[in-house]
Nanobody, 116 residues
Framework: QVQVVESGGGLVQPGESLRLSCIVS????????MGWYRQVPGKQREMVAL???????NYLNSVKGRFTISRDNAKNTLFLQMNSLKPEDTAVYYC??????????WGQGTQVTVSS
């Protein structure tokens, strides 16, 4: 059974940075396209960033130039470096498979709050 554990969220001021991590166990992580998603109460979950098994990346327009997704296949870990954070980035962030792959059960996510 695949387990996904996200971490690294917190409360920051606008303009500050955070680095999220996601450790995946029980899966052939290196062969999967992976994504970071976020969700705010009352809204649908949206994909923020995607990285293919070949490490090609794609981003939601609103985070381009500020967020960077990366992966360490040796450690089954996915990262999201978030710079120049804005209040509208406030959400619970999740990682999961992407690129049309059937998602695993969602983890608990990690809360990111951007507020002055």
């Amino acid at each position: 059974q695949v387990q996904v554990v996200e971490s690294g969220g917190g409360l920051v001021q606008p303009g500050e940075s955070l680095r999220l991590s996601c450790i995946v166990s029980g899966s052939a992580f290196s062969t999967d396209h992976m994504g970071w998603y976020r969700q705010v109460p009352g809204k649908q979950r949206e994909m923020v960033a995607l990285i293919t098994r070949g490490s090609n990346t794609n981003y939601l327009n609103s985070v381009k130039g500020r967020f960077t997704i990366s992966r360490d296949n040796a450690k089954n870990t996915l990262f999201l470096q978030m710079n120049s954070l804005k209040p509208e980035d406030t959400a619970v962030y999740y990682c999961n498979r992407a690129g049309g792959l059937v998602p695993w059960d969602w983890g608990q996510g990690t809360q990111v709050t951007v507020s002055s």
